[in-house]
Each structure stands twice: as C-alpha cells, then as structure tokens.
T-cell receptor, first 116, second 114 residues
C-alpha cells in the first residue's frame, strides 16, 4: 500500500528565509506527486504537480519541488518565504490500483508559520 | 463558476443517529472522493468513486456509507457504527481517467457530536 511521510509537522521561519519541506513516499510502481496548500480559512488548492519528464517542477507563487526517484522524495522548496505563505502544506501521491482506480494518499501536513 | 459545494458547513449528530453530508460538483468530473481530516493525521480516504453507480472503500470506510446515483453528487452517510465521527470532512473531485489528474476540493463540513 502506498504511504506518504512529511517529517516536519510545524515550521516557523522569518520572512526572506529559505524553505524546504520534506516529503517521502513508499510505493514501488509509477506515481504522480502533488503538493497542496491550505491557507487559513480557505480550501485546499493545488500548488504544483509532477507527472513525468523534468524532475524539477515549478508551481505557483515561486514554489518548486524536485522528484528524486532513488530517494522516493518530492521535497518542496522556496528561496525566500513571505508572510502570506503562512499555511498548511500537504504532500500527496496518486497511483492506479488493480481495479484501475486512481487512489490519492495524503501526508499529515506541515504547518508553516512565517514571522514578519 | 465551476466547483464543489459541500453542505452543511457545520453538522451536529446525536448518539445513535445517522447523518448525511452532501457533496455536489458542476465540474463534469467522473471521480469523486471523501476524506476525513483530523488534527495531526492529515487527510484519510474514506470512499471514492470513479464512475456513476460504482464506488470503492478507502482506508477508513468502516462506519460510513456512500452512493453515486448521479455524476454530480456523492453523499456520505456517517452511521451510528462510526464511534468517533467528530472530524472535518472534505469532498473532492477529479477527471478520473488515468493516474495523473489532481483533485479539486470543497470547503468541508465539520461534524460534531452532541
């Protein structure tokens, strides 16, 4: 069964600091990877996604993530965070099960707090 | 605007009572999903449906039931067999074909026990 691990549950940074949120998954087959963000009081929204090709993917608001297949990792990065990046971030992996159904599994989330 | 509508926003359940959470989408998506979000546990999959009149159990289906009679609707019933129903419930939808499609989410329903 697939699983997703996010190692940092709560991260506090000052504005302009660099960000890296860890995400590791366990699954032996083909995966697609996502990062979602949930700003305070808002619904979950897609930040970026990896399907195939260039393992370095760029998303909205200056975020990027790198898929390292050998490490089963898909870490999220941003060179310089802003106060408006305060949110909860979820890593997710999707696979096809034996019945041909897309199953998406989420990590437990990382709460990022950016201090002005 | 296309999107996912969940109702009600807040719901209270008495002991031994079944309650139904509504989820409607006008995105013409084939796939729909129900997740439960608890503090410190992230999102856990309850049920998902790839097509009308078909659905699959997720990781924590016990105590829940669903139906998918229409493409745009995927109601979730929290039965009295679910002993710890207090949580935030999220409905999502996706195009559903193949592995690659991400999901759109509703605003959620917060269920509490009286």
């Amino acid at each position: 069964a697939q699983s997703v691990s996010q190692h940092n549950h709560h991260v506090i940074l000052s504005e302009a600091a660099s960000l890296e949120l860890g995400c590791n998954y366990s699954y032996g087959g083909t995966v697609n990877l996502f990062w979602y963000v949930q700003y305070p009081g808002q619904h979950l929204q897609l930040l970026l996604k990896y399907f195939s090709g260039d393992p370095l993917v760029k998303g909205i608001k200056g975020f990027e993530a790198e898929f390292i297949k050998s490490k089963f990792s898909f870490n999220l990065r941003k060179p310089s965070v802003q106060w408006s990046d305060t949110a909860e971030y979820f890593c997710a992996v999707s696979t096809l099960n034996s019945g041909g159904y897309q199953k998406v599994t989420f990590g437990i989330g990382t709460k990022l707090q950016v201090i002005p | 605007d296309g999107g996912i509508t969940q109702s009600p926003k807040y719901l209270f359940r008495k002991e031994g009572q079944n309650v139904t959470l509504s989820c409607e989408q006008n995105l013409n998506h084939d796939a729909m999903y129900w997740y439960r979000q608890d503090p410190g546990q992230g999102l856990r999959l309850i049920y998902y449906s790839q097509i009308v009149n078909d659905f699959q159990k997720g990781d924590i289906a016990e105590g829940y039931s669903v139906s998918r009679e229409k493409k745009e609707s995927f109601p979730l019933t929290v039965t009295s067999a679910q002993k710890n129903p207090t949580a935030f419930y999220l409905c999502a939808s996706g195009i559903g074909t193949g592995v690659s499609q991400p999901q759109h989410f509703g605003d959620g329903t917060r269920l509490s026990i009286l």
